[in-house]
């Protein structure tokens, strides 16, 4: 009965392999482009708390502090040790000419603390170098042309000379904008100078104690605001949420996503069962309950909804692998969390339509076959 109509079996195949395409690839797209607030917290794995001034937000959103505040942190209890991180943005004109807005981020001469975990050319000694900086992957695709090395090509950086010496494979910002890594003397060199220059302390923690207690500590004894790594990395996260449409506008997309698959599952289901009215008459006139016909139209909807359900899944893993060489989607996953929202989506669009469509089927009386 089910698949005796292959238009119609197609068609639900589709709507619900649409629907579920749908939400989950926008899900996971939102999920993904949200936490690239917190790309800068994770990419300087060492840091275990982050001081700012009190004012600062997330690693973007920041104002700078004296230069003293790095020897009031390190006076603190429990803080092992704490390197001094500056983060500004700046100008830079390439070789050809072209100008192009980059982040400027700062780390400690000595330890290199800040820096990402990898490094895809070159390594982090290169930064001892005069004038060296290190670019990150999605730079070098913004930069420069396909198939074009990055390492040993000058740059002018607010009129002064900048040397990409090394790659590093760095996570994304949200805005995905070129970042360049160098040691914190050379940043104030390339940043116009201001008062304060020092934009965050990032420090670690003796043993014995946790994260938690060294940054409540540092707070009330230099006055600075301190948050663990997963506190700040959550701040960046609520920034995007809170001050940007992102999650409205993709909310209203996954919410199209479920009204489409409403709207082509149910009509085509319930023109199935139209077209099956005299079949299900006919079980009725030898004795099939009503029960029974409820689980034989809720085994057919399973069996629709598990192979578009499947289908739809399958074609976000592949979309992301299909576009994974592109660095606005490096690192894109698909949390275990959003499956299964969609599977509830299905399972809910499945529920409504089969409900109106088998409303015909029960009120149908089994004498209706004979006339």
């Known amino acids: 009965m089910l698949t005796g109509d292959p238009q119609k079996f197609y068609g639900l195949l589709f709507g619900i392999a649409f629907s579920t395409l749908l939400i989950t690839q926008q899900l996971t797209i939102f999920v993904n482009l949200v936490e690239r607030g917190a790309s800068g917290v994770y990419n300087a794995p060492e840091a275990e708390v982050w001081v700012m001034d009190p004012v600062s937000r997330t690693t973007d959103v920041n104002y700078a502090m004296p230069s003293t505040a790095l020897d009031e942190v390190r006076s603190v209890p429990g803080v092992e040790w704490a390197v001094p991180h500056l983060r500004a943005v700046a100008s830079v004109r390439t070789s050809t000419g072209d100008l192009e807005g980059v982040a400027i981020i700062g780390v400690d001469d000595a330890t290199l603390i800040g820096m990402p ?112 790594r997963d506190e700040f990395a959550q701040a960046g996260v609520d920034f995007i949420i809170q001050n940007t449409g992102i999650p409205t506008n993709f909310g209203i997309t996954v919410v199209l996503g479920f009204v489409v698959g409403v709207a082509i599952v149910g009509l085509t289901f319930s023109l199935f069962i139209r077209d099956n009215i005299k079949q299900f008459g006919a079980l009725k006139a030898i004795g099939v309950t009503n029960s029974k016909i409820i689980r034989m139209v809720g085994t057919q909807a399973a069996l629709v909804g598990a192979i578009g359900y499947a289908l739809g899944v399958l074609g976000t893993v592949l979309f992301l692998l299909a576009f994974s060489g592109n660095p606005f989607f490096k690192g894109f996953y698909v949390p275990w969390q959003i499956p299964l929202i969609s599977l509830t989506a299905v399972i809910i669009i499945l529920a409504i339509t089969g409900w109106i469509a088998l409303r015909s089927v029960l009120k149908t009386e089994p004498a209706a076959v004979f006339r």
């Open 117 to 228: 975990k990898d490094i895809l050319k070159g390594s982090k000694k290169v930064l001892s170098q005069p004038d060296s900086v290190i670019i990150d992957d999605g730079g070098v695709f913004n930069l420069f042309e396909e198939g074009q090395d990055p390492i040993g090509q000058r740059l002018e950086l607010n009129d002064q000379r900048a040397v990409i010496r090394g790659v590093a494979d760095s996570i994304p910002s949200f805005t995905s904008q070129v970042t360049l890594y160098t040691k914190y003397s050379q940043a104030l060199n390339y940043v116009p100078g201001t008062r304060n220059r020092l934009t965050f302390v990032m420090a670690g923690v003796s043993d014995g104690l946790t994260a938690q207690e060294v940054a409540d500590r540092i707070e009330q004894q230099t006055g600075l605001k301190a948050e663990t």
